[in-house]
């Protein structure tokens, strides 16, 4: 899961949001919770990606190294957690 910022209507990347990302850090660990045995059945992982890091001060994505840590997890599905997601 990409999340921790904000999106803005237009499509543009908008600010970081630390109480946003504890937020779905929380509904992680709670689908964990409910979900633990049929994850370990089915070998299944949630990963979350502060994007809030990747962000410069420019306001450009650190694409590189947003790319290398999204590829150091292997994941076959990316949710996109964020407004205005496009």
């Given at each position: 899961m990409l999340a921790g910022i904000h999106g803005k209507e237009?499509?543009?990347i908008g600010?970081?949001?630390p109480e946003l990302l504890e937020d779905f850090l929380e509904?992680?660990?709670a689908l964990k919770e409910t979900f633990q045995q049929?994850?370990?059945e089915k070998i299944m992982k949630i990963n979350m990606l502060n994007l809030g890091a990747y962000v410069l001060a420019s306001g450009v994505?650190?694409?590189t190294g947003m790319v290398e840590a999204?590829?150091?997890f292997?994941?076959?599905i990316l949710v996109l957690a964020f407004c205005w997601t496009r």
């Open positions: 237009d499509g543009a600010c970081a949001d509904q992680i660990e049929e994850m370990d994505v650190d694409g999204i590829n150091a292997q994941p076959t």
